[in-house]
């Protein structure tokens, strides 16, 4: 029952802080900018879980040549997925963003199914259709877009290769450890061009990187330890994420931001095909 009520935590918390990251991309952050400010600013937050491990005796680090490999994998996939998101936010609203990244699941189910880890059966068919056809019912004019499409291709692939990454690093580390070393490299790596005064003019992007860490790291750890659990039942953050992200939604008084009812009808779909594909 506690990972049951981890899944929705994790889920909630991702919601709110896609609308955060949408905000962001409404202000005018740059990918690059992006991506360097959410590496910095993990590393506080992942520091204080760091502590929290080692107080608690759950910290793990095992200096293997394997977990130095995966490392420099996550750092790459990192790096790619999240130059994305801004490209894929300057388009979508969020929830036609999250019903997207949520096709993921069903690619990762075929690899397994290729490589013999799972097999195919008629629900998982039936998932695979329901998906699809809610992927399509929600896709409108943007998905023209060739930056779009090239966006979120390599998102969907870094994201699902992120997962099976991160899923096999944490035979090695633990959690805390493992986001505070990734983040950590990217920052030290990345961090020649920015200095004192660039982040004093860009202040007000930090402060709501800062708001979108507190929700977005929450989210991280919480479905990286479910994943190191259970890669069934963390499969299960996306489909809860994008149930909140569309209940926020209809909150919104702007009808652009808000889903029409076939796209609500598709985004019920892609949630039932993905819960199927785990049955």
């Given at each position: 029952m506690l990972l049951i009520y981890i899944v929705v935590l994790a889920g909630t918390f991702g919601a709110i802080g896609q609308y955060l990251d949408?905000?962001?991309v409404n202000i005018g952050i740059s990918r690059k900018d992006y991506f360097y400010y959410m590496c910095f600013t993990m590393i506080p937050f992942s520091l204080i879980m760091v502590i929290v491990e080692l107080y608690t005796g759950q910290l793990k680090f095992e200096l293997r040549f394997i977990s130095i490999i995966l490392l420099i994998a996550a750092m790459f996939l990192r790096y790619k997925k999240q130059h994305t998101i801004v490209g894929c936010l300057?388009?979508?609203n969020p929830y036609e963003d999250s019903a997207y990244l949520i096709s993921g699941i069903i690619v990762a189910f075929i690899i397994d199914v290729i490589l013999g880890i799972e097999n195919l059966r008629i629900i998982s068919i039936l998932s695979i259709l329901l998906t699809v056809a809610g992927?399509?019912?929600?896709a409108d004019s943007?998905?023209?877009?060739?930056?779009?499409q090239?966006?979120?291709?390599?998102?969907?692939i870094t994201s699902l290769l992120m997962s099976y990454t991160t899923h096999f690093i944490l035979q090695y580390w633990s959690n805390a450890v493992f986001i505070l070393t990734l983040n950590l490299m990217l920052t030290i790596i990345f961090s020649k061009r920015y200095n004192f005064q660039y982040h004093k003019e860009h202040k007000n992007i930090i402060k709501?990187?800062?708001?979108?860490?507190?929700?977005g790291f929450a989210s991280l750890y919480l479905s990286n330890y479910l994943s190191s659990n259970s890669v069934t039942l963390s499969s299960y953050v996306?489909?809860?994420?994008?149930?909140?992200?569309?209940?926020i939604s209809l909150f919104y008084k702007d009808k652009k931001k808000k889903p029409s009812i076939k796209q609500i009808l598709g985004i019920v779909l892609v949630i039932l095909g993905i819960c199927l594909i785990n049955k």
């Open positions: 949408k905000h962001l300057k388009y979508l992927v399509f019912m929600i943007k998905i023209k877009i060739k930056n779009l090239k966006d979120l291709i390599v998102r969907i709501w990187v800062l708001l979108q860490q507190l929700f996306r489909p809860t994420s994008i149930i909140v992200v569309v209940i």
